[in-house]
């Protein structure tokens, strides 16, 4: 199949970026991950498949609306004293509810879209990205979880000439990750953990692979600027032994730096929107903790 026939799910294109490559930049979100991280700031991007948020805030309530109860052919849709429920269990994700919603609190995270859709919405900034140095970053969910429709997308918009930049958390194909890393301009891969036992609490899936490809991508490709990034996690790597031992992992090349990324829960609200539950519940890092382990991460 041509790269411009190629289709893939993304929930968010987000424009104006300044913290994820050089310059203004344009963020493409791909749905679907192998990770289930506990902190995850997108809960909405974890699956592969197109689901249903509710906004119950935006909601008119049952008595002034409803159209999502009738719409509903499961019957997972109901009142109960005044207020719209769901029944998560019930939900067969057919979408219909989005559908007949007048004000989107029943909105849809994901929509299937082909390469030729997001390069378009992307060249729309192309003003933007020459005065900047910016351009394209690939982001998600995982860009590797969709590894056809990533290396269609970053192939295509290198014959325009696009500047692209991929986030990756590495747990994916090795060969298909070393085929995306030819078409790209800079490359950010999170390295959270070096215990793989610790990682796995965290994430659910150890960290074998992920440290495999992170070496083998800095030794195929000693040219490419790679951010290692790590977010600093209340209870999981919040500590300088931790921060200590990946900076040590990671090789000296002068085109590699390492960044740590300070724990938020900015995504809260979309683990309601979704009906599930905030795993991290109340976690905080520790006040001041992050100046002492940028110091650390920069002593490698």
């Given at each position: 199949m041509h790269d411009r026939e190629m289709t893939g799910i993304v929930f968010n294109m987000q424009k104006y970026s300044v913290h994820d490559g050089a310059g203004i930049r344009t963020m493409v979100f791909l749905k679907g991950c192998p990770l289930r991280c506990a902190w995850c700031s997108n809960p909405e991007s974890q699956r592969l498949q197109p689901e249903r948020g509710y906004n119950r805030y935006t909601c008119l309530s049952p008595s002034v609306c409803g159209h999502c109860i009738p719409a509903c052919p499961a019957g997972c849709i109901f009142e109960i004293e005044g207020l719209l429920a769901i029944d998560h269990q019930r939900c067969t994700g057919c979408l219909r509810c989005a559908d007949a919603c007048p004000t989107k609190a029943m909105s849809v995270y994901g929509q299937r879209l082909g390469v030729d859709d997001v390069l378009e919405a992307v060249e729309q900034d192309s003003v933007f990205y020459a005065r900047s140095g910016g351009g394209m970053t690939l982001s998600g969910g995982e860009a590797m979880y969709q590894p056809d429709f990533t290396v269609a997308l970053l192939r295509e918009a290198r014959r325009r000439h696009i500047n692209t930049v991929m986030e990756?958390?590495?747990?994916?194909?090795?060969?298909?990750?070393?085929?995306?890393?030819?078409?790209?301009?800079?490359?950010?891969?999170?390295?959270?953990?070096?215990?793989?036992?610790?990682?796995?609490?965290?994430?659910?899936?150890?960290?074998?692979?992920?440290?495999?490809?992170?070496?083998r991508i800095c030794a195929e490709f000693p040219a490419l600027p790679i951010t290692a990034r790590t977010p600093v996690v209340p209870g999981f790597n919040d500590n300088e032994d931790d921060i200590r031992a990946i900076a040590r992992f990671l090789p000296k090349r002068a085109n590699l730096v390492h960044e740590l990324l300070p724990y938020h829960r900015m995504g809260q609200p979309k683990y309601e929107f979704l009906g599930r539950a905030f795993p991290m519940g109340g976690a905080q890092l520790e006040e001041n903790i992050m100046p002492r382990l940028q110091e650390v991460a920069l002593a490698r």
């Open positions: 990756t958390c590495g747990h994916c194909d090795g060969d298909a990750l070393v085929e995306a890393c030819r078409h790209i301009d800079g490359l950010l891969f999170d390295i959270k953990h070096l215990s793989t036992e610790r990682h796995r609490q965290g994430t659910g899936v150890g960290n074998e692979r992920i440290l495999a490809n992170f070496l």
